[in-house]
């Protein structure tokens, strides 16, 4: 198959022009939306993603990784799923898991990479795990992990292994984006990646009291108030929005 050319970003590469990303040739995008049980700038990825959408980027999220045990990785599984939930994500969600400074056995930290992993799935959502070449060969067991694809990170003129991404730069430059990036290759195609989220357990009660909608192309906030009978302000306060004149195809709003 073809190579399909991607990127992946944080809020270190700061404000970025999607229009000129998707004109240079980028097809996919992964933005960094959480990483512990906390993150400051989760606000980035919520600005971001949107606006990738409507470029017409296929966009997934990323989780940074600081667990150690099971329940650590649970409670972090559940923070970011509940971040990327009100976006309408059209490629894999990742657990990006590099570090192991707790130093977590080798079967503690893959039974932790598999719960995480798990828990994206059984929400809804295809899982891809993140991590570089030497660590998933020497502190993960490699073996436990065959039912996910493989995103690693080796910056070499080869890869030298199998992987369904490649992270093969992280000093990339690409239109749109002022500071360097990491560049990826993805041999699988994940373009007709389908996220259905489904809430469990401690996001149960939140389903029942949240009814989200997804912008379509010509929609206004007040057309959309209208339409379902609650008034712009609320929409603005629900959703966080700095102006309400800017909404975004593939968008998704809570409605109450």
Known sequence: MEYIKGIDVSHWQGAINWEEVAKAGVKFVFIKATEGT??????????????ALAAGLKVGAYHYAKFATVSEAKAEAAYFLDSISSFALNYPVVLDLEENKKKAKKKTLTDAALAFLEAIEEAGYTAVLYTGKYFLENTLDESRL???SLWIARYNSTLGRGADIWQHSDSGKIRGIRTKVDLNIAYRDFTNTKNTFRKHSSHALKTKTTTAYTVSKGDTLSFIAKKHNTTVKSLVGLNGI????KIYIGQKLRLK
Request: glycine share 0%; charged share 30%; no cysteine.
């Open 38 to 51: 906390s993150y400051s700038k989760l606000s980035y990825f919520k600005e971001n993603a949107p606006q």
């Open 242 to 245: 700095k102006d309400p004149d």
């Open 146 to 148: 065959t039912n996910y």
